[in-house]
């Protein structure tokens, strides 16, 4: 090796570096150290919890799967095609050259759920004016502000592997990320290699991250969330016998590697369909040689996961033709995990904004089936030990639940079958809730963002009602400004349809995609338009026409109480003659820098002025 090295991260691999007369190799399996890289602790388990029960020996984890998991056996091997989708892993992260810091501006955030509990994201933003871009399997580091200065600094290349979402916070940044070997084949069977990491840097120097962490866990990202220093991360893995022989989570921790034991795997008596190992893990970003500590449960299949700042909820289903959710309630801080308390409710949930913690109660919305298929609307309120303390049942018969968003004492429902009626419902009772009043109107939201304490916003689609059948045709991306000042008579106070049958924006599915700054008066979205030609139906274009997508991008409006939504233009990614699937230029995310927008697609960060959008500068990311 040259005595002048280009600095490289090498984050997975067995491999060994040698420095000539500089450093020495250190070498973990699976693991590599160097310079200003210290081992942390070795991960280690979280108390025990007295509402929940461990196993005492590998034979009675044996013994309960073959008793309560009707699936206790891997995938059937059919053939070589079964495997295909697995690849080998191999990663390598390289970093270029050389920045400086600056002093910190004001900018948006991801959009969150709860204030202080930030989620991982594909682009993050840091006060130095740095941003960090997701794009496929590479993570870029931007120096963002000021403009006259955008530029990559650096790269960090995951070969080869699925990073999914990071976080930074300080001079930290955590990847997350899934990895996939070729399964083990067993007899008839085989088992797929999934593993899921998380890589910590150290980026103080932007344009030289160095990794501090390298953490990886046998399983399935499942979900995340960071508040203050700590990452909270859950990850799940099918609970299964081979030949009799358990398949328990591995945890390698900066090469300090350990197999979860039977001893530490929590669980409730019970049968379900499957099981699976889900492991709760705690994780000092900035003080890496704390250690990490993780908390092992078996449980059900996870569905949904909602994060206050002091508790995770997590819920799964029975999956019976009108299943209850179970909830678990891990109460966290810092470090600390411990499950305290579970509790069931009839119906499920859709998402995470179908949950909310406020004061001492849990609230959630469950839908429910009848015999004939036919849906209802439930709300459930619940104390901190999970029991059902106040309900609402059997609201809106027949409509399908779109969307929830809790705000203190009052949720707001959204339900559609032929017109939108968006319920309001007091809370301030929490053993009697009731529905204040309701708003019938066209169309219906996919997803509601409070614009203040008494007014929302709603982003989903406009609607036309079939002239025979009981239901309506979806038409293009609606956006409503509702006023609920009066609980009884909430008014739609504003609304803007954008394209025709087709249109799509990811806000109706990732809230993360939504922009909006009430101070600045700004709200982006970013919309795939569609627009149908008339002259393929001659005469009056039936609702049921699709159009044609013609163009994507980020729509901007300045949206206020006095003028609704006002369009201020539109920012697209593609240049003229690029095909409009070319969804690596589809606009993703959207923020802003003091006075600058920034529009991010996976091959191209844009920025134009705010207050007029004029461009100033294009980024290639390649």
């Keep these: 090796?040259?005595?002048?090295?280009?600095?490289?991260?090498?984050?997975?691999?067995?491999?060994?570096?040698?420095?000539?007369?500089?450093?020495?190799?250190?070498?973990?399996?699976?693991?590599?150290i160097e310079l200003g890289y210290t081992p942390g602790e070795s991960p280690i388990s979280a108390p025990q919890s007295p509402l929940l029960t461990s196993f005492e020996s590998d034979e009675q984890l044996k013994d309960f799967l073959k008793s309560n998991s009707g699936t206790r056996e891997p995938f059937w091997i059919y053939g070589p095609l079964d495997t295909i989708f697995l690849g080998s892993m191999n990663m390598m992260a390289t970093v270029e050259s050389g920045t400086v810091r600056d002093a910190a501006p004001s900018h948006s955030t991801t959009n969150i759920?709860?204030?202080?509990?930030?989620?991982?994201?594909?682009?993050?933003?840091?006060?130095?004016?740095?941003?960090?871009?997701?794009?496929?399997?590479?993570?870029?580091?931007?120096?963002?502000?000021p403009p006259t200065d955008a530029e990559i600094v650096s790269t960090l290349v995951f070969e080869d592997m699925s990073p999914?979402?990071?976080?930074?916070?300080?001079?930290?940044?955590?990847?997350?990320?899934?990895?996939?070997?070729?399964?083990?084949?067993?007899?008839?069977?085989y088992l797929p290699d999934i593993k899921t990491f998380v890589k910590v840097y150290d980026v103080e120097d932007p344009s030289d991250p160095l990794i501090v962490r390298d953490f990886t866990i046998s399983g399935s990202y499942f979900?995340?969330?960071?508040?203050?220093?700590?990452?909270?991360?859950?990850?799940?893995?099918?609970?299964?016998?081979?030949?009799?022989?358990?398949?328990?989570?591995?945890?390698?921790?900066?090469?300090?590697?350990?197999?979860?034991?039977?001893?530490?795997?929590?669980?409730?008596?019970?049968?379900?369909?499957?099981?699976?190992?889900?492991t709760f893990v705690a994780m000092n970003i900035q003080n890496v040689t704390e250690a990490p500590v993780y908390l092992p449960i078996m449980l059900g299949g996870t569905c949904n996961m909602y994060v206050s700042l002091t508790n995770i909820y997590v819920t799964y289903r029975d999956w019976s033709w009108n299943s209850n959710t179970t909830i678990y309630r891990i109460r966290i801080e810092g470090s600390n995990m411990t499950c305290e308390a579970t509790g069931t409710v009839l119906g499920r949930e859709r998402n995470q904004f179908s949950m909310d913690e406020y004061g001492d109660y849990f609230r959630i919305e469950t839908t429910t089936w009848t015999q004939d298929w036919s849906t209802s609307t439930n709300l459930y309120v619940l104390d901190m030990n999970l029991s059902i303390v106040g309900r609402l049942e059997g609201l809106a018969p027949g409509e399908n639940f779109h969307s929830a968003r809790f705000m203190g004492n009052r949720a707001y429902f959204?339900?559609?079958?032929?017109?939108?009626?968006?319920?309001?419902?007091?809370?301030?009772?929490?053993?009697?809730?009731?529905?204040?009043?309701?708003?019938?109107?066209?169309?219906?939201?996919?997803?509601?963002?409070?614009?203040?304490e008494n007014h929302l916003i709603g982003v989903g689609k406009h609607t036309v009602e079939a002239e025979e059948g009981d239901f309506a045709w979806y038409q293009g991306i609606k956006i409503s400004l509702f006023d609920v000042t009066d609980v009884e008579n909430p008014i739609q106070m504003s609304n803007v349809t954008i394209g025709d049958r087709g249109s799509?924006?990811?806000?109706?599915?990732?809230?993360?995609?939504?922009?909006?700054?009430?101070?600045?008066?700004?709200?982006?979205?970013?919309?795939?338009?569609?627009?149908?030609?008339?002259?393929?139906?001659?005469?009056?274009?039936?609702?049921?026409?699709?159009?044609?997508?013609?163009?994507q991008g980020a729509y901007v409006y300045?949206?206020?109480?006095?003028?609704?939504?006002?369009?201020?233009?539109?920012?697209?990614?593609?240049?003229?003659?690029?095909?409009?699937?070319?969804?690596?230029?589809?606009?993703?995310?959207?923020?802003?820098?003091?006075?600058?927008?920034?529009?991010?697609?996976?091959?191209?960060?844009?920025?134009?002025?705010?207050e007029d959008l004029y461009p100033i500068i294009e980024i290639d990311l390649f």
């Design 504 to 551: 799509d924006s990811p806000v109706l599915y990732d809230h993360k995609a939504f922009l909006f700054d009430r101070s600045k008066n700004l709200l982006v979205i970013p919309v795939l338009e569609a627009e149908i030609d008339p002259s393929k139906y001659p005469g009056e274009i039936p609702p049921y026409a699709y159009g044609d997508p013609v163009w």
């Design 164 to 189: 999914i979402g990071i976080f930074v916070y300080e001079d930290k940044l955590a990847v997350f990320g899934s990895e996939y070997r070729f399964p083990t084949i067993y007899d008839i069977y």
């Design 223 to 278: 979900n995340s969330r960071m508040i203050g220093n700590y990452v909270y991360f859950v990850v799940s893995k099918a609970a299964y016998l081979v030949n009799d022989t358990l398949c328990l989570p591995e945890i390698n921790s900066d090469g300090n590697i350990r197999q979860i034991a039977p001893t530490e795997i929590r669980y409730f008596n019970g049968t379900d369909d499957y099981y699976q190992y889900t």
């Design 414 to 452: 959204v339900t559609f079958k032929k017109t939108d009626p968006l319920f309001v419902i007091d809370l301030s009772q929490p053993t009697n809730p009731s529905v204040l009043g309701e708003l019938h109107i066209p169309g219906y939201s996919d997803y509601l963002h409070p614009y203040d």
């Design 1 to 32: 090796m040259e005595s002048k090295l280009k600095r490289k991260t090498v984050i997975y691999g067995i491999a060994a570096i040698s420095l000539a007369s500089v450093l020495t190799a250190l070498i973990f399996s699976f693991n590599l």
């Design 113 to 145: 759920q709860v204030a202080g509990v930030d989620e991982a994201d594909i682009v993050k933003v840091d006060d130095r004016g740095y941003m960090f871009v997701l794009s496929g399997n590479v993570v870029y580091i931007l120096k963002a502000y």
């Design 558 to 610: 300045d949206i206020s109480l006095f003028h609704g939504f006002v369009l201020k233009g539109r920012i697209a990614h593609l240049e003229t003659g690029v095909n409009i699937h070319e969804e690596s230029y589809w606009v993703k995310r959207s923020l802003y820098i003091e006075d600058v927008l920034y529009t991010i697609s996976n091959r191209k960060v844009k920025l134009n002025t705010l």
